[in-house]
């Protein structure tokens, strides 16, 4: 039997799996057969999550190591009115079936979009967020980001999805 120790693994998270809390979300394909949700342009703020959706393993030092996360969105026709929120989370189910608290992961986001200026413009955006301390994820952890965007009157908010950065050891 092989060991695997694959420091260079990626994991791509498709727009559709991302899920927002308020607006209307259509997916869309562009030229090229490029997907996407798009959302209709509103002046309301409203949450993304974006699930990390890799293999865990309960060995110690097995599984996945979560590096970090780019997300691929776009802002067109007019600025959001603010996007200061980015969080990376880690959730620990319970054993006894009580509710999980999510607990905020430590993370820096990269030059081009550190602050909620950068964010916010209209442009195309591929936002890197790395984990401050890279984490072995057990069995009973999820990862995942939310973002809070706060979308102006014409606003156009366009998700591409997500990759995931990890070392892979089994």
């Known amino acids: 039997m092989g060991y695997i120790h694959d420091v260079a693994m990626s994991q791509w998270i498709p727009p559709s799996m991302f899920l927002f809390n308020a ?7 562009a030229a090229g057969n490029l997907w996407s949700v798009i959302r ?5 703020d409203f949450w993304a999550y974006i699930p990390i959706v890799i293999p865990s393993n309960a060995v110690a ?3 996945s190591y979560l590096k970090s996360i780019e997300i691929m969105y776009s802002i067109a026709t007019a600025a959001l009115d603010d996007f200061a929120d980015v969080g990376l989370w880690k959730d620990t189910f ?3 079936g009580s509710v999980n608290v999510p607990a905020a992961v430590d993370m820096t986001i990269d030059t081009a979009h550190d ?6 413009a209209v442009d195309e955006h591929r936002m890197v967020i790395t984990l401050d301390t890279a984490a072995w994820i057990d069995t009973d952890e999820e990862y995942h980001v939310d973002l ?15 990759l995931i950065n990890y070392t892979l050891r089994l």
């Open 94 to 96: 319970s054993a006894d």
């Open 23 to 29: 607006g209307t979300w259509t997916p869309a394909a």
């Open 148 to 162: 809070l965007l706060d979308a102006a009157a014409t606003s156009i908010v366009q998700f591409y999805g997500a």
């Open 115 to 120: 602050t909620a200026a950068e964010r916010l």
């Open 61 to 63: 030092s097995k599984g």
């Open 40 to 44: 209709t342009a509103a002046d309301a």
